[in-house]
T-cell receptor, first 116, second 112 residues
Framework: AQSVTQLDSHVSVSEGTPVLLRCNYS??????LFWYVQHPNKGLQLLLK??????LVKGINGFEAEFKKSETSFHLTKPSAHMSDAAEYFC??????????????FGTGTRLKVLA | DVKVTQSSRYLVKRTGEKVFLECVQD?????MFWYRQDPGLGLRLIYF???????EKGDIPEGYSVSREKKERFSLILESASTNQTSMYLC???????????FGEGSRLTVL
């Protein structure tokens, strides 16, 4: 069965410093992986996705993630945190269904706090 | 832009009441999903639908049912609400074999 593990439930960084949010996955085949962001009282917004093309994936708002098969990791990074980055971040793996569609399997989330 | 609309953002219900949560998407997506979000547990799949009138159980379907009479609308029903169903409920949609999901803003339900 596929799964994702977000290694930190909370991360605090100072504004202007790098962000690292860690995600490990478990999959019996080549997975599709995603990062979503959720601001307070909002729905989830796609940050970036990996679907077996380039291993370094660039997303919106300066975020990027690198797929490392040998480490089964898909960590999310940003060179310089901004106050507006404070939110909850979810790592997601898509799981194929018999109907030809996909369902998402979510990590438990990492809450990012950005200090002024 | 794809829009997924959950009409009720905040609801307060009493134990035993029947609750309807509505979700509408405007991009002709085949697939629709209901997730429940709880702190420390991430999002868990309740039900999904890959076509009109089709539904499949997710990981935590107990206490819930769904209805999809039209392609754009997917309803989550709590037949008899209980306090342990107090949660944030998120609806999502995706194309037939698409892997990108689009989410509504959520419906926060409190059951007293």
């Amino acid at each position: 069965a596929q799964s994702v593990t977000q290694l930190d439930s909370h991360v605090s960084v100072s504004e202007g410093t790098p962000v690292l949010l860690r995600c490990n996955y478990s999959s019996s085949y080549s997975p599709s992986l995603f990062w979503y962001v959720q601001h307070p009282n909002k729905g989830l917004q796609l940050l970036l996705k990996y679907t077996s093309a380039a291993t370094l994936v660039k997303g919106i708002n300066g975020f990027e993630a690198e797929f490392k098969k040998s480490e089964t990791s898909f960590h999310l990074t940003k060179p310089s945190a901004h106050m507006s980055d404070a939110a909850e971040y979810f790592c997601v793996v898509s799981d194929p269904l018999w109907s030809g569609t996909y369902k998402y399997i979510f990590g438990t989330g990492t809450r990012l706090k950005v200090l002024a | 832009d794809v829009k997924v609309t959950q009409s009720s953002r905040y609801l307060v219900k009493r134990t035993g009441e029947k609750v309807f949560l509505e979700c509408v998407q405007d991009m002709d997506h085949e697939n629709m999903f209901w997730y429940r979000q709880d702190p420390g547990l991430g999002l868990r799949l309740i039900y999904f639908s890959y076509d009109v009138k089709m539904k499949e159980k997710g990981d935590i379907p107990e206490g819930y049912s769904v209805s999809r009479e039209k392609k754009e609308r997917f309803s989550l029903i709590l037949e008899s609400a209980s306090t342990n169903q107090t949660s944030m409920y998120l609806c999502a949609s995706s194309l037939g074999q698409g892997r990108v999901f689009f989410f509504g803003e959520g419906s926060r339900l409190t059951v007293l």
